[in-house]
């Protein structure tokens, strides 16, 4: 399975496929399901210091929706264009809990030749740094951090840090680089138009790789009721987020070159879109909504498709990474073709 292996940074994956953060991640039954299905890695629930952000796992509501934003059937067998719309709290035990567990589960998936990566989304930097340290000791092997997720501005003050300012992630990182020496990902938003700067920031803080791009923030009304769906904002997300994450994956590899490595996420619904995001310039893939709305059995069938395509095509998975993005024109490089518009233009 050579073929499938890729680096990010000095850390290599037996594949591409990522298990994204998410509730599946709560209890090692779920990240024994993920690792048993073949991932090359999963990242565990994320978790902070915040009583207010584990008291919003309590709280947590999820919608899946068809095009015409109507409630899809929670039957794990969703269609390919469902989109979820849900909040999210984080990890609703202790810290020296979470810690435990997690590094329980890196172990586990070392026999596997994976890993189980620690995930901390921050409400203070203090604290951040402190976690960071101690998930180290706990022998752990990879860290990321996640400071742009999206429920930031919408949950209780204080108890998620959502950063969309570039600068502030450069110290943000150096911080957290300055306390660890392990591998360190920093996952960013989406809600911003200044994603490749924010990039540059990470790298420059000494980040090993980025994660590109937390969801959306969303508003849905019930046409039935007049009322928020769910009774509030809550992050949105389906496959029509793919080309946008590509889009920003493209241009920050245009920023930053093309040896730094990047990972994508949001969008993710199977193996061909896993190619998609490496031709877009991603080293690997982060696949979370595919796997909690229709279950384990996607991460066999995601590996098996990129296999095949792989095959079809007699290349390895690192063959794919910015192949797509390094032939990019600009609009002025396009072809010229006089009157073809008009081809176009209802009668
Ligand atoms: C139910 C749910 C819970 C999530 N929890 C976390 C989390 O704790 N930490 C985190 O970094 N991302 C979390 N995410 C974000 C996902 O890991 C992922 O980045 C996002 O959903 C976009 O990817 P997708 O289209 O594959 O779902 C969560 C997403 C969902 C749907």
Redesign the pocket.
């Known amino acids: 399975m050579k073929k499938l292996a890729v680096k990010i940074g000095k850390v290599t994956l037996k594949n591409p496929l990522i298990c994204?953060?998410?509730?599946h991640f709560i209890d090692p039954s779920g990240v024994k399901k993920a690792l048993n299905a073949g991932t090359g890695a999963v990242?565990i629930?994320?978790v902070n210091e915040s009583e207010a952000a584990k008291e919003q796992l309590a709280k947590t509501d999820?919608a899946l929706l068809d095009s015409n934003f109507n409630r899809l059937d929670w039957d794990f067998n969703p269609p390919r264009d469902a989109s979820?719309f849900?909040r999210?709290g984080?990890y609703p035990g202790s810290f020296d809990d979470w810690l435990e567990f997690a590094a329980k589960m890196d172990r586990l998936a070392a026999e596997k030749d994976a890993y189980c990566i620690a995930?901390l989304?921050p409400a203070s930097i203090e604290k951040l740094v402190e976690y960071a340290k101690k998930v180290e000791e706990a022998g752990i092997r990879i860290l990321?951090v996640?400071v742009g997720?999206p429920h930031g501005d919408e949950a209780a003050k204080g108890a998620i840090l959502l950063e969309k300012e570039a600068s502030h992630i450069k110290t943000i990182v150096s911080k957290v680089r300055g306390a660890v020496n392990i591998p360190l990902w920093i996952?960013l938003t989406g809600q911003s138009q200044n994603i490749p700067a924010m990039v540059k920031s990470a790298r420059d803080g000494g980040a090993d790789a980025v994660t590109l791009m937390?969801?959306y923030m969303a508003f849905i009304p019930d046409l039935e009721t007049g009322k928020p769906m769910l009774g509030t904002h809550a992050?949105f997300?389906g496959p029509w987020?793919l080309p946008l994450t590509c889009h920003w994956l493209v241009k920050s590899r245009e920023k930053i070159g093309t040896n730094y490595p990047m990972m994508a996420?949001?969008?993710?619904r199977d193996g061909h879109d896993i190619i998609r995001f490496m031709l877009s310039g991603a080293s690997a893939v982060?696949?979370?909504?595919?796997v909690?709305t229709a279950g384990y059995d996607v991460i066999d069938k995601s590996l098996r498709q990129l296999e095949e395509y792989l095959d079809k095509k007699n290349m390895t998975a690192t063959d794919l990474i910015g192949l797509a993005a390094d032939q990019v024109k600009t609009y002025a490089e396009q072809e010229n073709n006089e009157n073809y518009w008009r081809g176009f233009v209802p009668d």
């Open positions: 994204g953060s998410g509730e990242i629930k994320s999820y979820l849900n999210s984080l995930s989304i990321e996640n997720a996952k937390g969801r992050a997300g987020a996420t949001n969008g993710a982060q696949m979370t909504t595919a909690f």
